[in-house]
Nanobody, 130 residues
Framework: QVQLVESGGGLVQVGGSLRLSCAASGRTFSSYFSSYAMGWFRQAPEKEREFVAA????????YYADSVKGRFTISKDNAKNTVYLQMNSLKPEDTAVYYC???????????????????WGQGTQVTVSS
């Protein structure tokens, strides 16, 4: 099993910054962490959950949604088993519940597809006020 705990959400003004953290734990993750990709997704009220960013533990390859490219940065700390999402130049449309997710990598699994993720965190609210 893999447990994911997000933190760092909150209320911020337009143009501000926040950094989300996702701490991963569990026997499965500890043993096979290099085989995982970690993703951030978000869901705004009355909207579908959407992909934001992802990173592979092995190699550190990163992926971003077009809507956040140049503003958000995903990174990882191997020693802490933690993934971060640095969010800059925040806009009102970034307001959502942000979820961290873990995917055990297998051929054909897309990191941008939420249905290809195996474990999810509880979510953290990000609110951008204008």
């Amino acid at each position: 099993q893999v447990q994911l705990v997000e933190s760092g959400g909150g209320l911020v003004q337009v143009g501000g910054s926040l950094r989300l953290s996702c701490a991963a734990s569990g026997r499965t993750f500890s043993s096979y962490f290099s085989s995982y990709a970690m993703g951030w997704f978000r869901q705004a009220p009355e909207k579908e959950r959407e992909f934001v960013a992802a990173i592979t533990w092995s190699g550190g390859n990163t992926y971003y949604a077009d809507s956040v490219k140049g503003r958000f940065t995903i990174s990882k700390d191997n020693a802490k088993n933690t993934v971060y999402l640095q969010m800059n130049s925040l806009k009102p449309e970034d307001t959502a519940v942000y979820y961290c997710a873990a995917q055990f990598r297998r051929p054909g699994r897309a990191v941008i597809d939420q249905y290809e993720y195996d474990y999810w965190g509880q979510g953290t609210q990000v609110t951008v006020s204008s």
